[in-house]
C-alpha cells in the first residue's frame, strides 16, 4: 500500500529525469526536520505531532529513489552506496534529535541508533559475502520510525504528565522496544545469512 503512493511519483521523476541520488538525499533533509522538530518539541510540543510525518516522508523518499532507480534503469554500485549511506545518516540525526528532546534520557536514544545502524550493518553481510542482503527481523527501518511516531504522537496527548526525568518516558520506553526488536532482527539476519553461506558452500 505504501508503495504504491510512490507510483505517480516514480513516472513523473522518470519523466522529468530526476536522479535517484537527489531523491536520498531528500530524505536526509527530510530526516533532519524531522530531528529538529523532536529537539524543540520540549518548548513546541506540537512538533511532536508534525515530526512523525517527516519520519513517514524519510521513508517514503528512501522507496521512492529506489523505484526510480529501477523505473529509469539507472540502478548502478554507485548508487547503491548513496542509496544506504543517507540512511544511515537519517537514522543518527533522527535518534540525536529524540535523545535531546528533553522527554526522555539522552543514552537511551543513543543506544538505540546504535543497535539500528548494527542491524543495517548486519543485513549487509549477506550481500557482502554473496547471498544477498537480508531484510528479516521484527526491527527494520520502517517499524523503527513506526515505534518513534507512536511514542511521539502518545507524549503529545500526554505531555502534561512527563514531569520527572527519575522515571523511564514514553520514548524511553520506546527506544528499549526498539533496541530488543533490533536484536531480534540481528539474530535472525545472522541466522539466515550463516544459512545462506552453509547451503553456497556445498
Not at 513523473?12 to 538525499?25: E, N
Not at 518548548?43 to 517514503?60: D, M, Q
Not at 559475502?129 to 527481523?137: A, C, T, W
Not at 502518545?154 to 527519575?166: A, D, L, Q
Request: one cysteine or more; hydrophobic letters at 50%.
Amino acid at each position: 500500500m505504501f508503495r504504491r503512493t510512490a507510483g505517480a511519483a516514480t513516472q513523473l521523476c522518470v519523466k522529468w529525469r530526476i536522479s535517484p541520488d537527489i531523491i536520498s538525499y531528500a530524505s536526509i533533509a527530510a530526516s533532519l526536520g524531522a530531528a529538529l522538530c523532536f529537539y524543540e518539541s520540549a518548548a513546541y510540543p506540537s512538533l511532536l505531532v508534525i515530526a512523525p510525518f517527516l519520519c513517514f516522508l524519510r521513508l517514503w523518499f528512501n522507496m521512492l529513489d529506489g523505484m526510480v532507480a529501477v523505473a529509469a534503469n539507472r540502478a548502478s554500485l554507485q548508487g547503491e552506496i548513496i542509496n544506504d549511506l543517507p540512511d544511515r545518516i537519517s537514522d543518527t540525526v533522527i535518534f540525536a534529535g529524540v535523545a535531546h528532546s528533553g522527554w526522555m534520557h539522552p543514552l537511551t536514544g543513543y543506544w538505540a541508533v546504535i543497535f539500528a545502524l548494527f542491524t543495517a550493518y548486519i543485513g549487509l553481510f549477506g550481500q557482502a559475502l554473496g547471498v544477498g542482503r537480508q531484510f528479516g527481523g521484527l526491527m527494520s527501518k520502517p517499524w523503527r520510525m513506526v515505534v518513534l511516531s507512536i511514542a511521539s504522537w502518545i507524549t503529545f496527548t500526554n505531555r502534561s504528565s512527563v514531569s520527572s526525568m527519575e522515571s523511564l518516558t514514553i520514548f524511553d520506553w520506546s527506544c528499549i522496544l526498539i533496541i530488543a526488536g533490533c536484536i531480534q532482527t540481528i539474530v535472525v539476519r545472522l541466522k539466515r545469512t550463516v544459512f545462506l553461506l552453509r547451503k553456497s558452500s556445498k
